[in-house]
C-alpha cells in the first residue's frame, strides 16, 4: 500500500506595523493568501484577534487592532492560515513583528 501524499503546504506573507489614532496605538496587520486553495486566517496580537474565514487565492485582508493604549512596545503578530486540503487540515503560521508605538 502505498502511503498518502503530505498535504500541499500552505503559504501565507503577513507584514505589522503600529499607527496612533486619536492619541491610541494600534496595531495593523496585513495577509495575504499566497497558497492554491483559500483559507481561513487568524490574525492574533497582544491586544486582540480577528478571523477572515474564507481568503481566496491571491486574496489580501487586513486587521487593525485598538490597543486601548497611548503607547506600545514592539512586538509580534502572529498570522495563521487553515484550510482542508484533500481531506486533511493543514496549517501555516508566521509571525510579523512590529515596531514600538511611542
Same mark, same amino acid.
Given at each position: 500500500m502505498k502511503p498518502a501524499a503530505p498535504?500541499?503546504?500552505l503559504k501565507v506573507?503577513?507584514? %505589522?506595523s503600529t499607527r496612533k489614532i486619536a !492619541?491610541?496605538?494600534?496595531v495593523a496587520v496585513t495577509a495575504v493568501? +499566497?497558497?492554491?486553495?483559500?483559507?481561513?486566517?487568524?490574525?492574533v496580537t497582544a491586544y486582540?484577534?480577528? %478571523?477572515?474565514?474564507?481568503?481566496?487565492? !491571491?486574496q489580501t485582508v487586513s486587521a487593525i487592532v485598538n490597543s486601548t +493604549?497611548?503607547?506600545i512596545p514592539a512586538g509580534t503578530?502572529?498570522?495563521?492560515?487553515t484550510a482542508t486540503v484533500d481531506g486533511t487540515k493543514?496549517?501555516?503560521t508566521v509571525e510579523a513583528p512590529y515596531n514600538a508605538q511611542n
Open positions: 498535504a500541499p503546504a506573507d503577513a507584514t %505589522a !492619541g491610541k496605538a494600534y493568501n +499566497r497558497s492554491a486553495v483559500p483559507v481561513r486566517i487568524d490574525v486582540g484577534k480577528k %478571523a477572515f474565514a474564507e481568503v481566496r487565492p !491571491g +493604549r497611548a503607547t503578530a502572529t498570522v495563521t492560515a493543514t496549517t501555516s
